[in-house]
């Protein structure tokens, strides 16, 4: 394990937890940017004089900014779950891999797990969950950030990814949920706009695996099986942290599943050669089938989560062609360099699209540098804001302006090593090399955020 000093500074506990008040603002604000910015992450890295084993077993912090035209106001709190608050009581770890194997053994004979919301957030019918990797819905109250009920909104009895997305022309998000067992089963749910949410079937995966992220396009989902494979035995009994229970396995290759919404008992598996991915673009549909953009890496790891600078292979913005009718997938590479966290318009998801907006990192003359970029995949061509030696951005979230996939704001939230605090930067979609229109202070450093939303005012 890391010796404190050695811990990244964006893995550290939230020093000061708070409800909304006001933000310093540099720059000036646009008056037409109204509404909430929500984003989760990892919140507590140590709890009962024990630092956890890795990111994604923490306890989830909310963070959100909330802008009315011309200021901001900003919170930031920890999931109290009930599990979190179960714990507090009993002044111990009782899940995840800090707790003894007696507690966790316990708890999971009842089958009982926490919802710490310490991955994405999720707006649904004027509500917030902070989602986790493989949980039900932890509900927030998105005006004061405290704590609700986690639920599973009637139909989710397993777990609901930290990866949901909306088909804008269907006005429906899908998400999927995986159950563990003799075999790994992916549970396909839908949540229209207007009406009940539904579970539309259940796929069946080649192999245990992890599935963070799928796609979803006007006639299809898809699903993406890496060649990681779940140590199954150890996830029962309750030995290892996360990172000891994956293990990378190339000889398998990756899957694509794709899941026709009209026939969701009919899907058709795609064999594609080794990588992996944490994060798709988008998806759309083409004349033979359905085209998926992602960022993929050449292999898997869960070491670098939260670094301030990436070790290992870095993930290339790629495009993958799936042709139903002959069976064959081609994979194609659209951006050179290394990006992840891609975003497209809101009103583009499960369309073609032609603007991607990501998280860039590229080595220069032995200097890393980060950037926030928009990519051009129509013209080939790319502008980026490339961001301070030692501020680090976060995934970018796109705000609408107008119609047109450029006209967005872009919010990331970034932190500032040299000042050991973190601010949202409020860049023009259009102009990103322009750097920032105005930037929002916190008075502390945010620990990692992973993904967020906004809910226009």
């Known amino acids: 394990m890391r010796s404190a000093n050695s811990v990244s500074p964006l893995l550290r506990s939230l020093s000061r937890p708070h409800g909304f008040e006001p933000l310093r603002v540099e720059g000036r604000l646009p008056e037409y940017l109204r509404g909430t910015l929500f984003r989760a992450g990892p919140g507590l890295f140590e709890r009962f004089g024990t630092r956890i084993a890795h990111a994604f077993e923490a306890d989830g912090a909310v963070t959100a900014v909330r802008f009315d035209g011309g200021g901001a106001q900003g919170a930031s709190r920890i999931v109290e779950s009930a599990g979190y608050r179960a714990e507090e009581r009993a002044g111990r770890f009782l899940y995840t891999s800090s707790a003894s194997w007696l507690d966790r053994m316990r708890s999971a004979s009842k089958d009982m797990a926490k919802t710490t919301g310490n991955t994405s957030t999720f707006l649904w019918k004027d509500r917030l969950f902070a989602l986790m990797e493989n949980g039900l819905l932890q509900e927030m109250d998105p005006a004061t950030l405290e704590t609700l009920d986690a639920t599973g909104l009637g139909v989710v009895t397993g777990a609901f990814s ?63 099986v890496g060649p990681v494979q779940l140590n199954l035995l150890r996830a029962m009994v309750g030995l290892g942290d996360v990172t000891q229970l994956f293990r990378w396995r190339p ?23 080794p990588f992996w991915l944490w994060h798709f673009s988008n998806a759309f549909e083409d004349a033979d089938g359905p085209c998926v953009d992602f960022c993929r890496y050449p292999e898997f790891s869960l070491g670098e989560i939260g670094e301030m600078e990436s070790t290992g292979p870095l993930p290339l913005l790629t495009r993958v062609k799936l042709d139903l009718k002959s069976g064959t997938a081609r994979e194609t590479k659209l951006f050179d360099v290394p990006c992840d966290f891609p975003q497209v318009h809101p009103r583009l998801h499960g369309a073609r699209h032609g603007t991607v907006f990501a998280q860039t990192e590229r080595n220069v003359m032995d200097r890393n540098i980060l950037g926030v970029t928009r990519i051009d995949l129509d013209r080939g061509r790319s502008t980026e804001w490339e961001l301070p030696a030692g501020h680090v951005p976060s995934e970018p979230v796109l705000v609408p302006r107008e119609a047109s996939q450029d006209a967005t704001f872009v919010l990331d939230l970034v932190f500032d090593s040299t000042t050991d605090h973190s601010y949202v930067a409020v860049l023009d979609g259009e102009h990103l090399e322009d750097g920032p229109l105005a930037t929002v202070h916190f008075d502390q450093a945010i620990p990692v955020t992973f993904h967020g939303s906004f809910a226009a005012m």
Do not use: C
């Open 251 to 273: 000889e398998l290759g990756a899957r694509l599943i794709v899941v026709p919404l009209d026939a969701i008992h009919s899907p058709r598996t795609f064999e594609l050669a």
């Open 162 to 224: 930290a990866h949901p997305h909306r088909v804008a022309s269907l006005r429906t998000t899908f998400n999927f949920g995986v159950r563990y067992g003799r075999k790994m089963n992916i549970d396909l749910y839908a949540l229209p706009d207007d009406g009940e949410p539904s579970k539309l079937g259940t796929v069946e995966a080649p192999w245990q695996s992890m599935v963070h992220d799928f796609m979803a396009t006007e006639r299809h989902l898809i699903l993406f």
